[in-house]
């Protein structure tokens, strides 16, 4: 059993009309800088609105309950795709650089796939979450490439993210399933305001049958809570 949100379908839909109203009108260099801050603007619009699960084909019949019902659905997503692109534009992420793109490469064979690795920065004083500084996870003192661009390494920690970092690294090839190896991580943090912190970790992965790109609850490191000194 696979469990669809067909307002996932239906918004991912409206954003490739949206791309193909876009070709005619925009330089292939800009149009090529819109496609890829498109994965952006669906996160915002699906995060704004009510998702709408089914099971099974029967579930495709919420869609013609009501017409009128349906047409404004589709004006209010029509809205929130032009609120999410001015907002996502707006921004200027790093990543939105196609210089910088990271291609994972094949997706098929045998794989060491990461989990996401996520944890909490304090300041040892006064115990409060640590903001404007860079996070980088190395490994034998050299930068880990993550999964794709939008997971940046370093992370930048910023005021309403609550000392919290991410990072998903990029998957690494294996011969065969079954097959488990052992990496030896390490978190550097430096910053003008506090002293210079290394923490490491280890890391068991387990051969998998191809590129794991999308998110798993139970693969999820959570590394234990930091605490940097400020500097006198």
């Not at 869609?63 to 200027?92: F, N």
């Not at 991410?166 to 910053?191: H, K, M, N, T």
């Amino acid at each position: 059993m696979r469990i669809h949100n067909l307002l996932e379908e239906i918004v991912l839909e409206k954003i490739n009309d949206f791309l193909k109203e876009y070709h005619n009108k925009k330089p292939a260099d800009e149009l090529a800088l819109v496609e890829e801050y498109m994965p952006d603007v669906a996160c915002y619009v699906l995060n704004r609105i009510d998702p709408v699960y089914v099971v099974s084909g029967r579930g495709l019949a919420y869609l013609d309950i009501d017409y009128l019902e349906k047409m404004q659905r589709d004006a209010d997503l029509v809205t929130l795709i032009h609120q999410g692109i001015e907002r996502v534009t707006t921004v200027h992420r790093p990543h939105y650089d196609k210089k910088k793109s990271v291609k994972i490469g094949p997706v098929k064979g045998n794989f060491f796939n990461f989990p996401i690795i996520k944890g909490r920065i304090f300041n040892s004083l006064n115990f409060e979450p640590v903001f404007d500084l860079d996070v980088e996870l190395l490994e034998k003192q050299a930068h880990v490439t993550m999964i794709e661009e939008t997971w940046p390494n370093p992370c930048r920690i910023v005021a309403n993210t609550a000392g919290n970092f991410y990072f998903w690294p990029r998957p690494l090839p294996a011969q065969a399933i079954g097959e488990r190896i052992r990496r030896e991580l390490e978190l550097a943090v430096r910053s003008d305001r506090f002293e210079e912190m290394r923490h490491f970790f280890t890391v068991e992965l387990d051969a998998e049958e191809g590129v794991i790109d999308y998110f798993r609850v139970n693969k999820i490191l959570t590394l234990k809570d930091l605490y940097l000194v400020p500097k006198e």
